[in-house]
């Protein structure tokens, strides 16, 4: 299918009623006075720091955007409650993919391909309800003051040098579900065997690093040099500036990994027109580009990467889709290697 | 028995038990149920996963150690600094208010972080002071540890305790301790032959509340039990539904279950310890005002004790928060952080539209909620205490149900109920559930101190035409004055900065205060965390010293 013909056949899915037979310009036009008179879309997502992003979709369309941010942890069962009480609020959801698919398998998500996703990679298109949008992209940082560039690990095998001892933070691997996504995705993307992946898991463990509960404290320790190393997301270069802050690794053409970032339409969205109107808007270049330049997100669209040095040089990847009993069985498996 | 007496307490049972059984029974529900999350074909299977877990032994050890010690830490504290307070002639006695109200105020995911900034084991700010005036090879303290984390929580739990025990130590009759003396009883032999035998039960409605209370608690184990590997059964609970993205809450509420059993049981021995009601009255007449003991040549080393105390717990933590929400991000102390230093995070807090409508309904929540909990808690106390019906021991544990359940599984069920109502999503929602789940913070004061009231003075009262409401409002409210304003500010303040149910209840427009904390500490940005915190203590500062206001002048009037 030709790039014409996908996008017109996309934007005539994406309107509605009347808006199906008008031209892809008055369509769009249509929905968008839809969705204004509809007010506001409401997003239920667990991604961060998004405030700039939600002020400029309401002030270039005049439809409010209202977040509400959810963990991952409580996504799925706030979600089904609700729907399952004919009470869902939201009108678009984000959460890493496996969430998603378990709200899809619930029925609670709609069909909807987004005109302004159209050039993203194929690989951000599962299906035709889910879209992926970015990479949760997870590396190591460390504090430019204490550590300097030349004596900084080059590649994963050297967080496991035992001169890192005492000096790593990182989410626990036992329960954070995007730090033991991230371990087994080193092992299926990054080591040449399981078994170099296993004494690597082992040594880092041996290295005795600080285990806090979640990404999001885990750059403090290293800004304040309490620790000089944090297995994070390089985002926060973005985020902490002007904090001391730097990544890896920069050595062997070693790939970054990550959990995809998806979003979709609820089935039964309060306020639909709004709804598509988010969900073309939060894909559009402009926003991605405040995504990526505001908030250091790795996103989808193309040839945008976010200001941190050397990132648009690096090779991003997604890692493979982990179910929950994947999740738990290797979150006990790393549980007796890193806690005895 | 008055049937008026049974109709009272048939109606606050049924009122306590619309409030605080709903979400339970959701929870209880969903542990026998198959599915998802709750409902679905009847099992034990959550039951037995739950409790065969073989680390879940060790978890349950650290648990009892962290619960009692902090407890014991709290109570005794508290214990002290009343007595200091309310009975000697300690100088600079408003330091004690400041003690008792303040800690109450920072946000604990706050305290704890202070802490760690103070006291980790690589860079700590005590250890780098103390390694360079002692020159040690490293740092003494280590805040990643048991003892670091009882010493937190017990901090955190102190003023707490404070405000149950101030009250009844305040409004003790010194006769009892005269007569003492008169015998040849010395200042120390009076105070635990006589003073603290006569207060036990504020004593143990302390240290009930604060079992209670540390058995929920998150933020301590959170912060620096995970760091140290020392794991409790909150972050136990939360890595059963955490990990994996459709956790099993049925299972987690299988667990909490045993925290419910064990909150019944222990409210159970509190009122057999407590049963002999007149043992402990000690407001029977006038003259009970208390006497003031002198210290004599201990007034001073007590005095720097409870100043050292004060810095401790109020001045470190909060000239934390405050460097913590002028410098650009985690710095340690010094020239380049004071270079660095600027309004930025103050700004952009107070330009938020989310944190200003969090602060509007924060406040809200705080002043109409601890309104509504302190007025249902008054009658439920005296059904409680001065009653004694048949249902009061059902009432009373009903008081618990929701307190006592894990804070981060309550919220769940506490979700479960509200979205079957059009309550759902709503601030009235918020309003509902803290009063449902906080309710001991309003009872345990108000019972401790109608616990000193004799009950002669209700009925001479009664005797000379006074009708009950009258007899309330005239003779028993004054004397609970204290009692009151404690209570209110133990609800006003927790309900200022309540994350538990919040987190889960909140929606676009029913934002709270703790949520948005818990927003900027989930993203790393402190310096706005700090600036919000210090806020919210700021307005609980004010609440606070309304409350006393209010309660000095009430309390004037009604005497």
Known sequence: MSTLDRRTLLQLAGAAGLASVLSPAQGAEADLAAARAEGKAVFYANITAVKPIMEAFGKDTGVQGEYTRISSSKFVSTVATEARAGKLLADVVQAPLPVLELLKANGVLAPYRSPAAADYPEWTRPDDTIQLFGIEYVSYLYNTKQVAAADAPKKYEDLADAKWKGRIVMADPATHSSTISWLVGLKEKVFASEGEWTNFVKALAANQPMFVASFGPTPAPIESGEKAIAISMPKYIVTKAPAPLAWGPRGGGQPLLGTPRAMALTAKAPHPAAARAFMDYWLSKKAAGMLAKDVGEYVAAPGVYPPVEGMDQVKVLAIRDLGDAEIQKWGAEFKRIFKG | ?559
């Not at chain 2, 003991?293 to 109020?314: D, H, K, N």
């Not at chain 2, 004055?481 to 538990?500: C, D, H, N, Q």
């Open chain 2, 1 to 559: 028995m008055d049937t008026r007496h049974q109709g009272l307490t048939l109606a606050l049972i049924l009122i306590v038990g619309v409030l605080t059984v709903a979400p339970v029974a959701m929870l209880a529900l969903g542990s026998v149920s198959e599915g998802l999350d709750a409902f679905g074909q009847f099992t034990l299977a959550k039951y037995a996963s739950a409790y065969t877990d073989p680390g879940l032994w060790q978890v349950l050890g650290n648990t009892a150690v962290f619960v009692v010690g902090s407890t014991l830490l709290a109570t005794a504290l508290a214990l002290v600094l009343a007595y200091l307070n309310t009975r000697t002639d300690i100088p600079f006695k408003f330091l004690f208010g400041v003690l008792a109200i303040v800690p109450m105020m920072i946000p604990h995911v706050l305290f704890s972080v202070s802490w760690a900034l103070l006291a980790n084991p690589s860079n700590g700010l005590m250890n780098l002071a103390l390694m360079q005036v002692f020159g040690l090879e490293q740092g003494p303290f280590n805040i990643y540890s048991m003892p670091g984390m009882i010493l937190v929580e017990g901090l955190l739990n102190m003023p707490v305790a404070y405000l149950i025990i101030a009250p009844a130590m305040a409004s003790f009759d010194v006769s009892l301790e005269e007569s003492s003396r008169v015998f040849g009883a010395g200042t120390w032999r009076t105070l635990v032959r006589i003073t603290l035998p006569v207060l036990r039960p504020a004593i143990l409605a302390a240290f009930v509340l604060g079992v209670v209370r540390a058995l929920a608690s998150y933020a301590v184990p959170r912060v620096l039990g995970m760091p140290g590997q020392v794991d409790v059964l909150a972050t136990y609970l939360y890595e059963m539904i955490s990990v994996g993205f459709a956790p099993d809450y049925g299972k987690a509420a299988a667990l909490g279950m045993s925290a419910l059993a064990l909150a019944v049981v222990l409210i159970w021995l509190y009122r057999r310890l407590t049963g002999e009601g007149s043992r402990f009255v000690t407001i029977s007449s006038r003259g009970w005002r208390p006497a003031v003991v002198p210290l004599g040549r201990w007034r001073l080393p007590l005095f720097a004790l409870v100043a050292l105390l004060s810095f401790v717990v109020i001045v470190l933590p909060v000239a934390v928060l405050l460097y913590t929400s002028f410098v650009p991000y985690a710095m340690v102390p010094g020239s380049e952080a004071f270079a660095q230093m600027s309004l930025k995070h103050w700004h952009e807090v107070l330009h938020d539209a989310t944190s200003l409508l969090a602060l509007r309904n924060s406040l809200f929540l705080a002043v109409v909620g601890a309104t509504l909990g302190v007025l249902l808690s008054l009658f439920v106390a005296y059904v409680i205490v001065k009653l004694r019906t048949r249902g009061a021991a059902l009432l009373e544990t009903l008081t618990y149900l929701s307190f006592s359940f894990p804070g981060i599984v309550i919220g769940i069920g506490f979700m479960w109920f509200f979205v079957q109502t059009p309550l759902y999503a709503t601030v009235t929602a918020l309003l509902i559930g803290y009063v449902a789940t906080y309710l001991p913070y309003g009872v345990r004061p108000l019972a401790s101190a109608f616990v000193q009231v004799h009950d002669h003075l209700e009925e001479s009262s009664l005797v000379c035409g006074a009708s009950h409401l009258t007899t309330l409002r005239r003779v028993i409210a004054p004397l609970l004055v204290p009692g009151i304003v404690s209570a209110w500010i133990l609800m006003a303040t927790m309900f200022l900065r309540e994350l538990t149910l919040s987190v889960v209840l909140s929606r676009p427009g029913s934002e709270v205060l703790a949520v948005q904390v818990l927003s900027f500490a989930d993203d790393g940005l402190w310096g706005q965390l700090s600036a919000l915190g210090i806020l919210m203590i700021a307005i609980s500062t004010l609440l606070v010293v309304g409350a006393h206001l209010l309660g000095r002048r009430f309390g004037a009037r009604a005497g």
